[in-house]
């Protein structure tokens, strides 16, 4: 009985792993397509949390605080952005959580700054806002797999 449950201890980050990916993989497409992320697949993101959770991850849902802050000082994100962090903060934790924000931003930094160049390049204007959807999960399956 005790090595079930060993094997299940081993197999539920994987599982969550799975899930969290697809469920990420699913709002970046929403967002590149619709410009919106459900509540559905956040709400997903939430629930994998529960695979593996334990209660120190909680921590995690203040890093979309920092996004929220954003969006209220700047402007230019939307409530599913926001969202999609604090249901991944429930995943990863305070510390993994931010190192995906760091990691999703430089990569929508590295793009916009490459496109910017391509655009000028070819005589044209560079867009000024993106979907950051993908650019979140990119840092969040990185912060998730490789840390």
Aim: charged share 10%; proline share 3%; with cysteine.
């Amino acid at each position: 009985m005790g090595t079930d449950r060993d094997a299940l201890a081993q197999l539920a980050p994987l599982v969550q792993g799975g899930l969290f990916a697809a469920l990420l993989l699913a709002a970046s497409v929403f967002d590149i397509r619709k410009k919106i992320i459900p509540d559905s697949i956040c709400f997903g993101i939430t629930l994998t949390g529960l695979l593996t959770f334990e209660p120190v991850k909680l921590a995690g849902i203040f890093t979309a605080a920092l996004f929220l802050t954003a969006a209220l000082l700047f402007g230019g994100m939307e409530g599913g952005d926001i969202k999609l962090m604090a249901a991944a903060g429930l995943v990863l934790g305070f510390s993994k959580s931010m190192a995906a924000a760091v990691i999703g931003l430089t990569a929508l930094l590295v793009f916009h700054t490459g496109n910017t160049i391509i655009q000028k390049l070819r005589g044209r204007t560079a867009q000024k806002a993106y979907p950051l959807a993908p650019f979140l999960s990119l840092g969040c399956l990185a912060a998730y797999f490789l840390t």
